[in-house]
C-alpha cells in the first residue's frame, strides 16, 4: 500500500480495545502475581493486583492517545498506534514503579505480573487493532472499476 493511495477515513474500534484490554491485561497480571507468591507457599493477590493498577492505566492513556485523533487513513493510524503504544507503556511504567514505591510489593512478583499484563495489553491491541486496519485498507493493486470479462469465443 502507498501513502498517495486513497484511503478512507476510519476511526480504530476504541471501545472493544479499552473493554478487552483492561480485562485481559488485569487477568494476567493477577494470575501471574498469584502464581509466583503461590511458589513461595502464600496465596496474595495484592502484587498481581497493584501490577494490573499499574497496566490499566497506562492502557487508559494510551486509549486516550488514541482517542484524540478521530478519523484518520489507515495508512496514518499506523503510525498513531505505535505511538499509543509507547505512549502506554511509558504510562504503565511509570506508574508501576510510583506504586512499587509507594507499596512495597513483593518485587519478583509485581514485576513479573506487570510485565505479564504488559504483554497481554499489547497482545490485544493487535489481536484487535490489525484486522480493524486490514479490513478499512484498499487492496494493492485493485482498482476501483473491475474489469469487465472478455466474451467466449468459440
Known sequence: MHPTTPQPLIRLPLG???????????????????????LSGELV??????AAGAVLGGL???????ALWGKRSVFTW???????????????TG????IYIAQS????????????????AIAQELAIVMPALRAAAPMP??????????????
Open 105 to 120: 510489593p513483593d518485587r519478583l512478583a509485581f514485576w513479573m505480573a506487570f510485565l505479564a499484563g504488559s504483554f497481554a
Open 78 to 92: 499506523g503510525a498513531l498506534v505505535i505511538g499509543g503504544s509507547t505512549v502506554r507503556l511509558a504510562a504503565s
Open 45 to 50: 493477590l495484592r502484587d498481581g493486583a497493584l
Open 95 to 98: 506508574i508501576a514503579a510510583a
Open 16 to 38: 472493544r480495545l479499552s473493554v478487552a484490554g483492561a480485562g485481559v491485561a488485569a487477568a494476567a497480571a493477577i494470575c501471574v502475581g498469584a502464581f509466583v507468591r503461590g
Open 141 to 154: 493493486g485493485a482498482s476501483q472499476n473491475p474489469p469487465t470479462p472478455e466474451p467466449l469465443r468459440a
Open 60 to 66: 487508559a492513556v494510551g486509549i486516550v492517545f488514541l
